[in-house]
């Protein structure tokens, strides 16, 4: 059964993790779309913007700028290097009207979050008849913005890449002598933003599916640990109830034997012609039939809980209840070296209590500080009154109670085990009745315990 329930904790944590591996799993896939999807949704709502006649036009001057600069390169007249520094300083000069511009488009378009633009150049190259001459290229330099806001390209996306092919007229001046000649030139641009919290906004957008994912997981992590614990206890029961079943089997296994003894003695003709011997075994099956009834009594009573007992209550002295509890329980008992020590508070106090009832959870306590005693047994019974509380502390000096069985010794059958072997009778019953009886009058029972020391038990009852 131990072995069962190892494996089936280690099968569902397995399962756990297993489950809550596929759930990242989902929520990372789920992530991604949402990210594409808002980028997606970025995309489309400023797509339009640089179609502004205005952008269009300032962009037609650089363009208008870079041809002119083609022209002078093509003359020999500067570098490459040039014809790029040339384009950046025009770029620079426009680009506040650009960004001016740009920026009123797009709070016009409301978005609710803040993006950054740049433009970038990622190539221009001049088809000429002889060969294609390439004047930048971004895969020998970084991307060059042009227009916009540098910002670093972590964590930004392109929007549009354009690829333009234009066919431009350059005058060329060769010897003297000018004539017109037609170059293509491609350009190739980025257009590239950031969302400045897009991880902010897309994870507030998975926020819902993120906590009912987490509360889920919670749920099923609550429902696994309430169902093992629920079959550990219910394993615990079973194991008490085997326990009871061995103990009662047991304890009624020798009276019984006793009585088929003496009920063959009573057919025995010679027993029954002497008058002594016909009363003694007539004692002995009296004896047991008296034992029998006390043990079914015991089953019957002391498993009561607090709502079964109906208590009648008698006003009685404190004082005159203990001493006559003390001297009663030292008549009952059977032990020689046993000493019990009386400190009842001195005044007198009325106690609200039902006597028998009260009495018999008294007599368990008394009992077990014998049961669970040493050769010499010392018990000491004080009482104190604090506010509308009176309080009876019993103390032994015994084998004393583990802090582990401490909690579980006013449960229904339990009995603190050594080892599986009780060395003492019992059921299991004494102390559960005595906590249900001063349960049943409104009362407390708590135990402080050391081993090899004794314990305290301590009951508190309210007094009006
Ligand atoms: P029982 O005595 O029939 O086993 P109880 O309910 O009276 O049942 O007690 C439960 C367990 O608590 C006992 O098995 C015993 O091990 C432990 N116990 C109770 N009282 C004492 C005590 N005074 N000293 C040591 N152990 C005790």
Redesign the pocket.
């Known amino acids: 059964m131990k072995n069962k329930i190892t494996i089936l904790i280690i099968a569902s944590i397995a399962t756990l993790i297993a489950l809550s591996g596929i759930q990242a799993y989902l929520i990372e896939n789920a992530y991604q779309l949402k990210k594409k999807s808002f980028i997606q949704e970025t995309d489309n709502a400023i797509s339009d913007i640089d179609n502004h006649p205005e952008l269009d036009s300032l962009v037609d001057i650089l363009g208008d700028d870079l041809r002119t600069n083609l022209g002078d390169y093509e003359n020999k007249r500067i570098t490459k290097a040039e014809v790029i520094g040339r384009l950046k300083m025009k770029g620079d000069s426009i680009n506040a009207a650009y960004m001016e511009r740009y920026n009123k488009e797009l709070r016009a378009i409301d978005l609710g979050y803040k993006i950054r633009y740049k433009r970038q150049l990622t190539s221009i190259i001049v088809f000429n008849r002889k060969e294609n001459d390439t004047i930048f290229s971004s895969s020998k330099r970084k991307g060059l913005v042009i227009l916009g806001e540098d910002f670093q390209n972590e964590d930004s996306h392109v929007i549009k890449s354009a690829r333009t092919f234009t066919e431009f007229d350059f005058i060329i001046q060769e010897n003297d002598s000018v004539f017109t000649n037609t170059f293509d030139v491609e350009l190739k641009t980025k257009d590239v933003i950031l969302i400045t919290d897009w991880k902010s906004i897309v994870f507030r957008r998975m926020a819902s599916l993120m906590i009912f994912s987490v509360l889920l997981f919670l749920f099923v992590v609550g429902l696994f640990y309430y169902s093992i614990k629920t079959l550990i206890n219910q394993k615990k029961i079973t194991e008490i109830k085997t326990d009871f079943i061995n103990n009662i089997t047991h304890e009624l296994k020798t009276p019984l034997a006793t009585l088929s003894v003496a009920s063959k003695s009573l057919k025995n003709a010679e027993i029954r012609n002497s008058a002594e011997a016909f009363d003694n075994t007539l004692n002995i099956v009296d004896r047991q039939n008296t034992r029998l009834q006390k043990l079914i009594d015991q089953v019957l009573t002391n498993s009561l809980s607090a709502k079964e007992i109906v208590l009648s209550k008698d006003v009685v002295t404190d004082n005159e209840y203990f001493n006559d509890l003390i001297s009663d329980f030292k008549l009952s008992t059977q032990q020689p070296a046993l000493s019990i020590i009386n400190k009842v508070c001195s005044q007198e106090v009325l106690l609200r209590i039902d006597t028998f009832h009260f009495t018999t959870a008294l007599f368990?306590?008394l009992e077990?500080?014998v049961?669970?005693?040493t050769d010499e047994t010392e018990i000491t019974i004080e009482t104190s009154l604090k506010s509308n509380e009176y309080c009876i502390k019993i103390s032994?000096n015994?084998?004393?109670?583990s802090i582990k069985?401490q909690s579980q010794?006013f449960d229904k059958f339990?009995?603190?085990s050594h080892g599986n072997v009780h060395n003492?009778k019992?059921?299991?019953?004494?102390?559960?009745y005595t906590s249900q009886i001063v349960n049943a009058h409104q009362g407390k029972i708590t135990v402080q315990?050391e081993l090899q020391q004794g314990?305290t038990f301590t009951i508190t009852i309210p007094i009006n």
């Open positions: 368990n306590i077990n500080a049961k669970y005693g032994d015994g084998e004393g109670i069985d010794i339990y009995r603190v003492v019992g059921l299991g019953l004494g102390l559960y315990s314990t």
